[in-house]
């Protein structure tokens, strides 16, 4: 079982920067893949960023690529996505999640999730 708690939103300019957090439980931390999805309101949740338990893969959804970054210490049991370049499409709740496969699979499938964590880019 892993528990995730995020922190790190918070209003910000657009232009601004944001880095978020995510504090996982449990000893097995370096043997599951992280990642960061997003929900805005009234659409669905989308993929983010994902990285690989030695935090040497990522994938980032095309879009987002070049502003966020997501990286990870297991020796925190913390992973994290910085987010650069905000723009006011960016508002969302934002999750962090976790899977016990291939960084490039959690896309699609995540075996626990946190609960979130609220983003709000201003004009």
């Known amino acids: 079982q892993v528990q995730l708690v995020e922190s790190g939103g918070g209003l910000v300019q657009a232009g601004g920067s944001l880095r978020l957090s995510c504090d996982a439980s449990g000893r097995t931390f370096a043997t599951y893949a992280m990642g960061w999805f997003r929900q805005a309101p009234g659409k669905k949740r989308e993929f983010v960023a994902a990285?690989?338990?030695?935090?040497?893969?990522?994938y980032y959804q095309d879009s987002m690529e070049g502003r966020f970054a997501i990286s990870r210490d297991n020796a925190k049991n913390t992973v994290y996505l910085q987010m650069n370049s905000l723009n006011p499409e960016d508002t969302a709740v934002y999750y962090c999640a976790a899977g016990n496969r291939e960084p490039s699979a959690l896309k699609y499938r995540c075996d626990y999730w946190g609960q979130g964590t609220q983003v709000t880019v201003s004009s």
């Open positions: 990285i690989g338990g030695n935090g040497r893969t990522t």
